[in-house]
């Protein structure tokens, strides 16, 4: 069972982590300023110093690089901005569902009717819907009939979706996804 998310609390976003000030193990950094300046390559002590004479942190932001390459900044301040920045990327980002209408080769017209009508309304919402023919028993001799049923909802659907592909026919199924358009 999920628990609930407790009502009036944001989403978990990732920590933005990064090492500072006596965590940078270096014995030389190549030091930014705050406003973007290149100060050098000096020993990790000194920018430790110049940063903390300044009132800011000393972040390592290229650690990989060689000598690593540290910034003096407001530490804080930054990992609230970018927790602010990855926030409003996680609700920007568009989640597009995948939703499955089931068939059977010899579906009735009502039935066709009502799962046709279900496709177009997950397709209206946004969502990608995966059109499944089942076949059984000696249904299976004729792919032909699901190959029939697909490219009937597609003429069906074209208004509000399209077919992605070409349907594929595995063991009992034949499957083919539409996208919205």
Known sequence: MRRARKPGRPAQVRRVTARIN????????????????????????DARAYAYEHGLDLVEVAAESDPPVCRAMDYGKWRYEEERRLRQSRRNQVHVSLKEVRLRPKIGS???????????GFLEAGSKVKAIVF????????PERGRALIDRLAVDVD?????????????????????PR
């Open 159 to 179: 208004a509000v979706g399209k077919l992605e592909g070409t349907p594929v026919f595995e063991s009992r199924t034949m499957t083919a996804v539409f996208a």
């Open 110 to 120: 009502h039935d066709y009717e009502w799962k046709r009508n279900q496709a177009v």
């Open 22 to 45: 006596e965590q940078i193990g270096a014995g030389a950094v190549r030091l930014v300023a705050e406003d973007g300046g290149q100060l050098g390559v000096m020993a990790a002590d």
């Open 135 to 142: 076949f059984r028993g000696r249904e299976r001799e004729h």
